[in-house]
Antibody, heavy 123, light 110 residues
Framework: QLQLQESGPRLVKPSETLSLTCSVS??????????WGWIRQPPGKGLEWIGSIFYSGSTYNNPSLKSRVTMSVDTSKNQFSLKLNSVTAPDTAVYYC???????????????WGQGTLVTVSS | QSALTQPPSASGSPGQSVTISCTGTSSDVGVYDYVSWYQQHPGKAPKLIIY???KRPSGVPDRFSGSKSGNTASLTVSGLQAEDEADYYC??????????FGGGTKLTVL
């Protein structure tokens, strides 16, 4: 059974870079049937798609965040990562990593999800 | 891309049916049959319950069903049970490898 687990600092200072890693277990990332992505949820609010990365390294981003987001993948370690730069308080959220499935390289639906990690932006 | 529009709340009594709508545009819901629905219990990660408008992943009860007409997709929960009380989010493919979510609907079982 595929499982995903987020890890990284829980507290980030304003203007700095948020960095998270997702570790994938129970399956291989080397597949052209999936991509791997990030979704966030501010406390008490709805979900926002951040972006996804194909195993080859091709990335697909939410246009509203595109300029601040960098994603990478390391299939040898079964991990992929997210960096969000120049963070401010509104970037405070639970960040989920997840597998994206579907027909395009970016994926059309999401399953399964990691448990999520709360990242707080504060000085 | 703009978020899809969902009603903030919905409710029903045990055994009843409730339908949650998800309205997009001709650039997402209206043109792609890639609407998915997610169930999220408090403090938990979302769980996929419907994909490609009408398909259910293995293990999801057939009480959950999806449909679409024009720019609006719908999730129907039949035979409501207490465990169905949760937040529900729709999502649609929006072209160019982008996804967009709805604002979420809190389902209360009375």
């Amino acid at each position: 059974q595929l499982q995903l687990q987020e890890s990284g600092p829980r507290l980030v200072k304003p203007s700095e870079t948020l960095s998270l890693t997702c570790s994938v277990s129970g399956g291989s990332m080397n597949s052209n049937s999936y991509s791997w992505g990030w979704i966030r949820q501010p406390p008490g609010k709805g979900l926002e798609w951040i972006g996804s990365i194909f195993y080859s390294g091709s990335t697909y981003n939410n246009p509203s965040l595109k300029s601040r987001v960098t994603m990478s993948v390391d299939t040898s370690k079964n991990q992929f990562s997210l960096k969000l730069n120049s963070v401010t308080a509104p970037d405070t959220a639970v960040y989920y990593c997840a597998r994206h499935l579907g027909y395009s390289h970016g994926g059309e639906w999401i399953d399964p999800w990691g448990q999520g990690t709360l990242v707080t932006v504060s000085s | 891309q703009s978020a899809l529009t969902q009603p903030p709340s919905a409710s029903g009594s045990p055994g009843q049916s409730v339908t949650i709508s998800c309205t997009g545009t001709s650039s997402d819901v209206g043109v792609y049959d890639y609407v998915s629905w997610y169930q999220q219990h408090p403090g938990k990660a979302p769980k996929l319950i419907i994909y490609e408008v009408i398909k259910r992943p293995s293990g999801v009860p057939d009480r959950f069903s999806g449909s679409k007409s024009g720019n609006t997709a719908s999730l129907t929960v039949s035979g409501l049970q207490a465990e169905d009380e949760a937040d529900y989010y729709c999502s649609s493919y929006a072209g160019s490898n982008n996804l967009v979510f709805g604002g979420g609907t809190k389902l209360t079982v009375l």
